[in-house]
């Protein structure tokens, strides 16, 4: 019997490698963790009630405003994506502002649908089918 072999049949050396299997998989499980999903991110880049004291008029036009800056965002996302290392331009160029301008949307939809605002948008006729 060779000395590795019989250093794991000892109950001490059975101890050290289950200690290290589990150290192991406990740095696997806590891998996960470090990741967030790009609503949550979304959310927390964003005050909550940012936009209470807005108007109905105010959250409107800094809707308009922050749609046309994201869709600005996603067209130089796209264009970064077609070049040699668009994926890093991406995450840290426009990534966090592309997920803030998300975030400030939900406020602002947050904000809209607890003053009762009447959206002007071209998809609503402003009536209420009861």
């Not at 696997?28 to 979304?42: K, M, N, V, W």
């Not at 939900?106 to 607890?114: F, V």
Request: positive net charge; charged residues 20%.
């Amino acid at each position: 019997m060779t000395i590795a072999a019989t250093r794991f049949t000892r109950p001490e050396g059975r101890l050290v490698g289950v200690l290290a299997v589990l150290a192991v998989l406990s740095a696997l499980g806590l891998a996960g963790c470090g990741s967030i999903s790009d609503q949550t991110a979304a959310s927390a880049l964003v005050a909550p009630g940012k936009y209470d004291i807005y108007t109905c008029q105010d959250i409107e036009q800094r809707t308009h405003s922050t749609r046309a800056r994201q869709m600005e965002l996603e067209q130089l996302m796209t264009r970064a994506a077609q070049g040699a290392g668009g994926a890093l331009v991406n995450a840290i160029a426009y990534r966090s502002e592309y997920l803030q301008t998300q975030g400030e949307l939900e406020q602002l939809a947050k904000s809209s649908a607890a003053k009762d605002c009447v959206s002007r948008s071209k998809w609503s006729s402003g009536r209420a089918v009861f």
